[in-house]
């Protein structure tokens, strides 16, 4: 499975919501512009986002976009599945070997686990540890 960019910046515009979240509207063309994306792109996947109930849009001068539940509440799989479709790297064939069938299923069961487990606020919220210093072995 591949997650294309509408996957990729429809998370990008998930988690600047999630760390604006309670402060006011966000626009699209400050998300675009922080990110380096395009502003025309981001508008076409603010739409299923919005007609899915993830965000909310508002009207006005200081309008933009706001989640429409706690960051807390919303996985990167709901996302995900909006703007990619059902989750399922392979395509489960009923007559193939019964233990290749169940690699499959497991390997999409993983997947979706980890996509459903993992919230926007994790996304946002995260704190890369950097590089790890690398082992000294002393003989």
Do not use: C
């Amino acid at each position: 499975m591949k997650i294309s960019t509408k996957g990729r910046y429809g998370l990008t515009i998930m988690m600047a919501l999630a760390k604006n979240y309670g402060e006011g509207p966000t626009s699209l063309k400050s998300i675009a512009k922080d990110n380096h994306l395009s502003e025309h792109y981001l508008e076409q996947l603010a739409s299923p986002l919005r007609n899915s109930g993830l965000v909310k849009s508002i009207r006005g001068a200081y309008g933009g976009y706001i989640l429409s539940r706690d960051p807390e509440e919303i996985t990167a799989g709901e996302v995900i599945r909006v703007l990619e479709g059902p989750i399922s790297p392979v395509e489960v064939l009923e007559d193939e070997e019964p233990a290749k069938r169940d690699l499959w299923i497991k390997i999409r069961d993983a997947v979706k686990d980890v996509l459903d487990n993992t919230t926007i606020a994790d996304l946002a919220n995260y704190e890369d540890e950097g590089e790890q210093e690398p082992y000294m072995f002393y003989i």
